[in-house]
């Protein structure tokens, strides 16, 4: 699967990490290693484009859970690359179902919760495995943050997390156009404040938003305040967003879509269907799959995928959802979601393809140039 589309019995050229050519045939070095596909099928690196991975750990309870700062409702200080632990097994159950890249960060606990990060799945510090950081603000839209604070202090109700988010994303315009006006001048400088500096970007469209929204009302809630602040804003789960698909596909945004495989435990998902996937392709919105994880495994996202192709996604679109379009959903298409010279050496190798074959088993899955899994 290359970026012009499918290459029968194609080949791939890696070198220094990145693919240097593709095609039918390639001049191969002397000394190179050859990785025979046995007639399988060779597609990027897989690419969850929203999760939680390695913030909420696996199998150690609330020590491992570092998600959410539940203190306040307003948090972008927090970075998710501080409480990440790379070592999580769910790390290896990535990249052995051919995952190679993760964005992962803060959960939804907050109307404004902190940073997102891009990272690869194989390594020992997050210094070796991030690729971006800071990748996104994450706010969160509805029932969550109501949940978390309703008893205690607002937000108790949906008007009360926009106000939150308004005031917070005000209050940092304010303060960018005061740092501007003084120009580098000590004595006019405003008040250093962490959470305002955290903003500046989000405010000036530099740093991407990724907006959890279930409901329909809360779709267009996030996307009117983008609106307002020329936030540069992808919507997280749009969970009913096929329910308003021309009203959606209008506002031109990205929607990532799931996670799917899990019971609906809120009112906010009850209308969530793997067939969104196919209706708001149809109406021309760019969709990407995202396993939300802990609210599914990794290597449930091409299972996914392909339930969704099953359920009327194109098999082109279900492909780019987990791929290219994850990768343009996240800033990051110069680098990974496409097999082309240049980018990153990312490969995931199939027995079959993934997406028209659920019981496809993942045989090899490379990371900037390198096996990191081989069954």
Known sequence: MAAEGTIENGCILLEDGKIVKVGHTVDQPENCRVIDAHGGFVMPGIIDAHCHIGVFGSGIGNA???????????????????GIYPLDPEFKKAYEAGVTCVATGPGSANPIGGQFLAMKTK???MEQMV?????????????????VYGSKRTPSTRMGVAALIREALFKAKEYADKKERAAGDPDKMPAFNMKLEALVPVIKGELLVKAHAHRADDIMTAIRIA??????????HCSE?????????AKNRIAILGP????????EVIHQDE???????????????????????EENLIVCAGICHRKGMSEEGALKAVTLHAAQAIGLEDRIGSI???????IAVFDKNPVKNLDAACICTLIDGRVVYEK
């Open 64 to 82: 491992g859970v570092d998600g959410n700062e539940e203190n306040d409702p307003i948090t972008p200080e927090m970075r998710g690359l501080d």
């Open 123 to 125: 390594g020992r510090t």
């Open 131 to 147: 690729i971006k950081e800071p990748l996104a603000m994450k706010m969160a839209f509805g029932e969550n943050p109501k949940n």
């Open 227 to 236: 609106e307002e602040f020329g936030l540069k804003m992808t919507i997280e």
């Open 241 to 249: 967003g096929h329910l308003i698909p021309e009203e959606f596909a």
């Open 260 to 267: 799917f495989t899990g019971f609906p435990h809120k009112n």
């Open 275 to 297: 067939s969104s996937a196919g209706i708001l392709e149809r109406a021309g919105v760019k969709v990407a799959i995202m396993t939300d994880l802990p609210g599914m495994h």
């Open 340 to 346: 082309e010279p240049g980018k990153d050496g990312d």
